[in-house]
Each structure stands twice: as structure tokens, then as C-alpha cells.
Nanobody, 123 residues
Framework: VQLQASGGGLVQPGGSLRLSCAGS????????IGWFRQAPGKEREGVSC????????DYADSVKDRFTISRDNAKNTVYLQMNSLKPEDTAVYYC?????????????????WGQGTLVTVSS
């Protein structure tokens, strides 16, 4: 499974971005897909995850009500819509795939990782 994250960039506080995680080599529909982020000098943290068959969705408290995760199985892509962005959302964002069964925000549970896309929120 190969994952390609894209959509990062520079945005002003209060702005929006949509990140994409495109899969190749296997259908992402068979995996739970998580988004993680890592800011300079900080540990990687779970942002959101969308499950497999039941489409269960989780969010970190820090992004709840601002970020929305979704799937487009026809495009083999998972999206992260980020609204009301804050400077503290600045980080490299990664998507990852796992078969599920553990804690969604535990990076060690994930089997495949994309290369990351940089999001910078600044005026």
C-alpha cells in the first residue's frame, strides 16, 4: 500500500485547507485511515481517523468541530477538511493506514505511512 498526502500550504489564521490522502497498490476502503501531525520539537499526534466498514470517526479534542474527515472510495482517497485554522495547527501532516483493532491515535498501530504535507498557519 502506498499513500500520497497532498494539499498542504500556507494559510492565514481562520482560513481553510483540504488535505488529500490518495492510495495506490490497494484499495483504501479495506483500511482505517488516520491523519497525524508533527510540529517542530513535538511528538507526532493523532488528528483524526475514519474506520473501515462502520465508517466510525474520531477526532482529537483540539480539532473537533473544525476538522472533518471523509472518504471517496471511487477515487481511493481520504480527505481532511480543515476549517478555522489556528497557528497551533502548523505541522507536517501525515496519513496512515491500519487494519484496526487498537487505539486510533497510537501511531505504532499503523502499518503504512504517506510522506507528509506541510501546513503553515500564519499571518
Amino acid at each position: 500500500v502506498q499513500l500520497q498526502a497532498s494539499g498542504g500550504g500556507l494559510v492565514q489564521p481562520g482560513g481553510s485547507l483540504r488535505l488529500s490522502c490518495a492510495g495506490s497498490g490497494y484499495t483504501l476502503e479495506n483500511y482505517a485511515i488516520g491523519w497525524f501531525r508533527q510540529a517542530p520539537g513535538k511528538e507526532r499526534e493523532g488528528v483524526s481517523c475514519i474506520g473501515v466498514s462502520d465508517y466510525s470517526i474520531d477526532y482529537a479534542d483540539s480539532v473537533k468541530d473544525r476538522f472533518t474527515i471523509s472518504r471517496d472510495n471511487a477515487k481511493n482517497t481520504v480527505y481532511l477538511q480543515m476549517n478555522s485554522l489556528k497557528p497551533e495547527d502548523t505541522a507536517v501532516y501525515y496519513c496512515a493506514a491500519w487494519v484496526g483493532g487498537g487505539a486510533w491515535n497510537n501511531a505504532g498501530e499503523y502499518d503504512y505511512w504517506g510522506q507528509g504535507t506541510l501546513v503553515t498557519v500564519s499571518s
